[in-house]
T-cell receptor
Framework: DAKTTQPTSMDCAEGRAANLPCNHSTISGNEYVYWYRQIHSQGPQYIIHGLKNNETNEMASLIITEDRKSSTLILPHATLRDTAVYYCIVRQGGQGGKLIFGQGTELSVKP | EAGVAQSPRYKIIEKRQSVAFWCNPISGHATLYWYQQILGQGPKLLIQFQNNGVVDDSQLPKDRFSAERLKGVDSTLKIQPAKLEDSAVYLC???????????????FGPGTRLTVL
């Protein structure tokens, strides 16, 4: 079973920041937080991952709370092409960790 | 860089028929995964290969599903015989085998949408 809880759906205005929350209260010390997204009729796409420090790349920023029990994915300037289902996944580090997808958050970016 | 290729993109069959899906991973990726995604749900791992060996097939319904990865490159997933509940999108993903602390990044193909009537 997925070890994360996410809202089922969210809306965001185009050009504004989209902040997607994720709860992972049972995360253990060697587990990472991964984010993938799935645009309609496409395969999932990797966005970002982190252990305990905040991370940023060209797609998004990941903010992990100090106790690591929750995190937020931030899309700084959402566009219509960011409309997708966003999956927050807790995964063991190293090669053996599986990606166990939950239901995800359906983000709708509106003009 | 070419992505993960899958074919066919769509397949419609009747129950009890057989079907096969093909996947060509990103060049040089040693690890290959097959996922099943039922409508409205997240993808579920069916089987993981490392080169041509099976690492994890605990979620593969072995009475009807089989998969192989000959020569450690392309892979095929077969269902025989198909049931109505096998209607889903079958996704293939691949990754480099690297022992980084964060694990590998999986790259997904577009999937094959299977409809069983």
């Amino acid at each position: 079973d997925a070890k994360t809880t996410q809202p089922t759906s969210m809306d965001c205005a185009e050009g504004r920041a989209a902040n997607l929350p994720c709860n992972h209260s049972t995360i253990s010390g060697n587990e990472y937080v991964y984010w993938y997204r799935q645009i309609h009729s496409q395969g999932p796409q990797y966005i970002i991952h982190g252990l305990k420090n905040n991370e940023t790349n060209e797609m998004a920023s990941l903010i992990i709370t100090e106790d690591r029990k929750s995190s937020t994915l931030i899309l700084p300037h959402a566009t219509l092409r960011d409309t997708a289902v966003y999956y927050c996944i807790v995964r063991q580090g190293g090669q053996g960790g599986k990606l166990i997808f939950g239901q995800g958050t359906e983000l709708s970016v509106k003009p | 860089e070419a992505g993960v290729a899958q074919s066919p993109r769509y397949k419609i069959i009747e129950k009890r028929q057989s079907v096969a899906f093909w996947c060509n991973p990103i060049s040089g990726h040693a690890t290959l995964y097959w996922y099943q995604q039922i409508l409205g749900q997240g993808p579920k791992l069916l089987i993981q290969f490392q080169n041509n060996g099976v690492v994890d097939d605990s979620q593969l319904p072995k009475d009807r599903f089989s998969a192989e990865r000959l020569k450690g490159v392309d892979s095929t997933l077969k269902i025989q015989p198909a049931k109505l509940e096998d209607s889903a999108v079958y996704l293939c993903a691949s990754s480099l085998f690297v022992l980084t602390s964060g694990g590998d990044t999986q790259y997904f193909g577009p999937g094959t949408r299977l409809t069983v009537l």
